[in-house]
């Protein structure tokens, strides 16, 4: 059935379920001493504590919720569990980016840790494509070690995760003091450690925390410290038994990173909380040193008074890229840094009107990301060496400042609730603009000082109603904006000619309706199952990607369709080309539908991510030619089903991940473009087999935990999508394997915490 006339179901279930239940409630509230109850409350009972799987399921709204320290699935698996949700994978970067419904990159999707957002921009100069080349992406430097889970929300605009966040946004959370220590105890140390064949190599954690009493009756101190390290080797064997080396991978990928985690918890009292964190991370990686420093402090004050549930958040992020000498085109003496501080503060405050509950939020988001590079070159006499400075894609220098106030109002009356949100977003991005050539016509023609603002409204609205007491149906709407990022109004290929100042946001408007079914009892006594299901639709305004231009009569720049049009006959002698990020004139859509379930019998259980999707933007030039991006465009289908079984009390747990992937598309290695637009066409990928991994978990007491997996059980010989390397030249070789996936691989770990 199609898109529209599933959401059209859904939508009339909606309405009549909801005016049945609002006859319902009518009736009892007429009918005597009942008035202003509800007729249906949430059923939210279980047998044990819930999980932030369970809880996201339960939330109306394109919610998921994943932890990270059950099996032994790697960081992108899990996040691709999640339906809606999938990663851009680069064995040059070492570095974590998310995709939500077909969009990625800073800004896209906001990625956060803890709640902070990141902004690192990696540029690997592995030279897996061509030597010397380079490829870039927007990601996050995170060790997994540190992780206790992941949540995500998709096409949803509102509060501070929703600022200048496209598609939806990710947090990563890391451990804490609670984590490590025992409830009651004063000390604790919670270790991870594991060990896996082909190529996984070795990874350990340990962390080391005290918690006590201080202040006063009701306050406590507590601290925490972590170290992890690991090793990743270069190559693994795909499951033909081929060695990676021979499909793009080189001794520049293997990488030993090193993190650092410290947090401090002060409760003063009751009412008042800080939390203090420094994390660090370190890499030697594709040619370059890389480090990582994040910090945060937050305070929370929440007296007994019901109108102060106060807020604040104070962060700032460093990065740096070192870049050995001779690994990037003629320069010497290279590194690339990024900068970004931010502040956030709100207030929730909590009362009663009338037979309403209402629930107002207000709060503002101050943000400054400033990124720049140092570099020498020895391209020959000065003047040719500040040329190539000038005239290439590496490290774009620029300042991004986003300020914004943000509200919200949650209406809750008796089975109904109401979610209003509105932010006020302001985006200014300055850098310096050098001056073109001569021969090429520009506006402005010579060095330019940007300085551009653009500012929106963006108002979400969410609305559900507990219609009985396992449905729950909701529908919403949410306006979103993105502002251009420096990497792509100041991409510089071709010096001034190549940047584009006057890049305007992407702005999406995004429609979602589904609906919630949590019960209990349903086959078993005592079982649970929670099911989300929505069908959405996004259309994305003013969507920014590369195009490729040429120098035509008179100076001026002309794009490929023009000149494949007139058969190159108005193309300058002087034939610069140029790649310039550009907005589209046409509407970006997407749309699909998305299923999610989890099934919990104690002794058993079933989780279901499925997704259903089509997105039509368009391919950035510069992705092939510059590596700056990857394709985005998902698979059609996805779907990842986690089974098992537990015993011994559940203290043993054998389960399979079967991860089923349909027909998706990479963007041609032969570089096949279309002979109207120039633009590099996308290719079908060869089938992707349906991959199954099995693991198991004994844990012995609270104390001791072992861990072992199986990946890739049947050895499959398979490309994966989203890949970077399914995009490289020697991809399209047929004598070369053309696969970046791993063969069947063994890990065993465990978790001791005392």
């Given amino acids: 059935m199609k898109l529209n006339k599933i959401a059209g179901l859904i939508g009339s279930g909606m309405v009549l379920l909801s005016a049945g239940a609002y006859a319902q409630s009518t009736n009892e509230e007429t009918s005597g001493d009942k008035k202003g109850s509800a007729v249906f409350s949430p059923l939210n009972v279980s047998a044990g504590k819930m999980t932030s799987e369970q809880e996201a399921l339960d ?143 070795r990874s350990g954690m340990i962390a080391a925390a005290g918690k006590t009493n201080a202040f006063t009756d009701t306050g406590s101190f507590g601290a925490m410290a972590a170290i992890s390290g690991s090793s990743v080797y270069s190559n693994f064997d795909n499951g033909d038994g081929i060695n990676s080396e021979e499909f793009g991978y080189d001794k520049f990928m293997k990488q030993n990173p090193k993190s650092q985690l410290y947090k401090v918890d002060i409760k003063p009292n009751e009412f008042t909380s800080f939390e203090l964190s420094a994390r660090t991370y370190q890499n030697k990686f594709s040619r370059r040193d890389i480090t990582s420093d994040d910090y945060y402090i937050k305070y929370h004050y929440s007296p007994f008074s019901e109108l102060i549930d106060l807020n604040v958040t104070a962060s700032t992020s460093r990065s740096e890229q070192q870049y050995q000498d001779g690994s990037l085109y003629t320069f010497y003496s290279t590194s690339a840094r990024n900068r970004s501080n931010a502040l956030d ?17 207000l709060g503002g988001k101050l943000m400054r990301t400033r990124y720049d590079k140092l570099i020498k070159s020895n391209a020959g006499d000065p003047q040719s060496s500040q040329e190539s400075i000038e005239n290439n894609p590496f490290a774009p220098s620029g300042n991004q400042d986003i300020s914004a106030l943000y509200t919200g109002l949650e209406i809750t009356r008796g089975i109904y609730q109401a979610n209003l949100n509105l932010n006020y977003t302001q985006n200014k991005i300055s850098g310096f603009k050098p001056a073109c050539d001569p021969r090429v016509t520009c506006v402005p023609q010579g060095e330019y000082n940007v300085d551009e603002k653009e500012s929106g409204f963006n108002p979400s609205v969410l609305l559900s109603a507990q219609v009985t007491p396992w449905l729950q149906p909701f529908v919403s709407y949410s306006k979103s904006m993105r502002a251009p990022n420096i990497q792509e109004m100041f991409f510089s290929n071709s010096g001034g000619a190549s940047m584009n ?22 086959l078993l006594k005592e079982d649970s199952l929670r099911l989300k299901a929505l069908v959405y639709r996004s259309k994305i305004k003013n969507y920014i990607f590369s195009e490729s231009y040429l120098v035509c009569t008179n100076g001026r720049k002309c794009n490929m369709t023009e000149v494949n049009a007139n058969d190159w006959e108005d193309v300058s002698d002087y034939s610069d080309n140029m790649y310039i990020y550009v907005n589209s004139d046409s509407l970006v859509r997407a749309q699909g539908f998305e299923l999610e379930m989890d099934y919990d019998a104690g002794y058993a259980f079933a989780r279901l991510a499925y997704s259903q999707q089509h997105t039509d933007q368009p391919t950035s030039i510069a992705s092939t030619y510059f590596g700056a991006g990857d394709i985005t465009e998902l698979p059609r289908k996805y779907m990842t089903l986690d089974t098992g079984l537990r015993f011994f009390d559940q203290s043993l747990t054998v389960g399979s991940v079967i991860k089923y992937t349909g027909k998706t598309r990479r963007l041609s290695p032969n570089f096949d473009f279309d002979e109207k637009t120039g633009a590099i066409v996308k290719e079908e990928m060869p089938q992707i087999p349906t991959i199954i991994d099995l693991y198991s978990t004994y844990e012995f007491n609270r104390n001791f935990m072992l861990k072992f997996s199986v990946q890739n059980l049947m050895n499959k010989n398979y490309s994966e999508a989203l890949n970077k390397l399914n995009m490289m030249p020697m991809q399209g070789d047929e004598s070369t394997a053309a696969n970046t996936a791993r063969g069947r691989t063994y890990i065993f770990g465990g978790e001791i915490r005392f």
Avoid: C, W
């Fill in 59 to 201: 939330k109306p709204g394109a919610t998921s919720s994943r932890a990270t320290d059950k099996n032994l699935e790697s960081l992108d698996s899990t996040l691709r569990s999640m339906p809606g949700t999938y990663t851009q994978i680069d064995p040059g970067q070492g570095s974590v980016s998310v995709n939500i419904r077909g969009m990625s990159g800073f800004g896209r999707v906001n990625t956060m840790v803890d709640g902070i957002t990141q902004s690192f921009y990696g540029t690997s100069t592995s030279g897996t494509a061509i030597h010397g080349s380079t490829n870039s992406m927007a990601g996050v430097l995170i060790d997994p070690n540190f992780l206790v889970g992941v949540d995500v929300t998709r096409g949803d605009s509102s509060g501070s995760s929703g600022v200048n966040a496209l598609a939806g946004s990710a947090n990563l959370r890391t451990i804490g003091v609670d984590d490590v220590v025992f409830t009651g105890n004063p000390f604790g140390v919670r270790s991870r450690f594991s060990v896996g064949s082909n190529g996984i190599g």
């Fill in 345 to 361: 503060i709100n207030n929730t405050s909590r009362f009663t009107l009338g037979n309403n509950d209402l629930a107002f939020s």
């Fill in 501 to 522: 100042p006057f890049l305007k946001p992407e702005r999406a408007e995004t429609y979602q309706a589904g609906f919630n079914i949590n019960t209990q009892d349903l």
